[in-house]
């Protein structure tokens, strides 16, 4: 997994420049799947207290739960499109360890649920017969 998101973050537009915000969201594409993506971790890895890492992404106009919310909802759009991952794994890569509190984000951000979503956007192409 994480060979994957190393490829997909060189994929990312400004992938070759390095920002606090850039590092930021790369260290959450790498963390969320293991359930790590905390500022407290992101924070230690970049080698700096955790409000040190609130200071300098507010000077950048962000904070970390945008940051998050942002690695979120590009990741599970790709992951819903994609029928072999069941809704409770894309709960798990995308840190939540519990299918509700998922449902409630995905709900909060696309404002349906996640199986009203994919029964509607994510019908996978039914082969011919």
């Not at 507010?58 to 790709?78: A, C, K, P, T």
Request: glycine content about 6%; cysteine-free.
């Amino acid at each position: 997994m994480a060979r994957y998101a190393q490829r997909f973050i060189d994929t990312l537009p400004g992938a070759h420049e390095s920002s606090l915000v850039f590092e930021v969201r790369k260290a959450i594409y790498l963390l969320l799947p293991m359930g790590r993506a905390t500022i407290e971790q992101i924070a230690q890895a970049l080698g700096m207290n955790v409000r040190t890492l609130q200071r300098r992404l507010e000077d950048d106009g962000v904070n970390f739960s945008d940051l998050i919310n942002g690695v979120r909802r590009d990741l599970v759009q790709r992951y819903m499109n994609n029928p072999s991952y069941s809704l409770a794994r894309i709960g798990d890569l995308l840190g939540y360890s519990l299918a509700s509190s998922f449902s409630r984000w995905f709900a909060t951000q696309f404002g349906d649920t996640p199986a009203n979503w994919r029964a509607v956007h994510g019908k996978p192409l039914q082969p011919p017969q």
